[in-house]
């Protein structure tokens, strides 16, 4: 009985705090309100699981969770179900309660959960809150001060794996970390068999690569590398590979878009998904094995991927200073040589760097992603943000001409900066991201 009381109390004041914040106008104060939930609730997301009567569905990644989850949601709600999701990339245990704070109401039922979680998290938010569903995207090097290796990433995410008696796994057949991860449970794969770019596709090379091990700790061989350890992978030495997959599929990219053919139980079926680069294929075609896995349509699939908007900056297009901009986040290595490959060399480049806890402190990461993708950039590349001076060092190395680059700290400054004169492309890091948000430029 306090238990209930306690819940229905920090409901209740985690309410009037979002109130008060946004009554003095100041931030979203995401992480703020979650945490006093927390502290007059500790265990507020057990109680939460009853107003969710279809699934609880929890996606997970270093890469493209964001995405991925802001899909899976809006495929949901476009096939008319009620869906509770932490939309703005909230995802620690705070930001999770935070939002079941703001939407839960008494005798109000959601359909589905989609939870976009941390990989370090995921553990801790099981042991409150049971899931049906984890969509794993992949396991790349990301903020390794924090989470030290790539082993203890994947520890954090096996431990939470076993945590759940009933869980279904969506994983990525193409990633060899992730394909490890079925070893107790249901798991139904997806990836690419054939990966093609469009002739008029500006920018092919690849991630620069790394040898990656096998669990046996040979190094890994492939048939097909598509970008990072993402493809068709073998060791000669134990026999481990690719998994075969319940969700294959091929995909054509474009500059801005991509065509993918979906394999479902022998049939063939098209989408195109309107966001640049093959990560985001990935992305698409998680979000898609998800949907045909719980019975959904080509139909309902295609009308949620025709108007999905970019959330949260991640690719998100605006108008600044009168002129179009296009910002899109950059946080580890393989993530930003991804987005490197789009990045629009006729425009000017901002690149906003932070090094708050948000990003993570070791910023060894910028000598790690393709910098050299912009050594043909026609215009000025402005560099930004709290490292403003070690992006610029970076981006000498990288073989930009020094006349070309220019530090500007203050982001606001750099970004007025830049959109004075044509198309501008914005690379910020997470904190810089929230920084050009709360300007509201
Ligand atoms: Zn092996």
Redesign the pocket.
Known sequence: MIKILEFYLALIIARCAYMGIRLLNKSSGTSFVGMLTLKICPDFLAHCSKYVRKKIVTVTGTNGKSTTSGLVAHILEKANQKVIHNLKGANMLTGVANVFALSVEPFKRYDYAVIESDEAYLTKLYDYMKSDYLVVTNLFRDQLDRYGELNTTAEFIKNAINKNPDLKLILNADDPIVATFDRTKYAVYYGFENVEYDCTYEHKSNAPSEVFN???G?PLQYSKQFFAQQGHYF?S??G?KRHKCDYPADVKVFNDYSVITVQNRGDAYEFRVNLAGLYNAYNALAAIAFAFENGLNQEEIQKALDDYKAIFGRTEKRIINGNPAVIQLIKNPTGASEVLKTVDLKSNIVIAINDNYADGRDISWLWDSDFEQLKEAEKLVITSGIRANDMATRLKYAGIPQEKILVEPNIKKAIELATTNGKTTILPSYTALLKINKEKL
């Open positions: 096998c669990l046996c040979n060791c030495k134990c481990y």
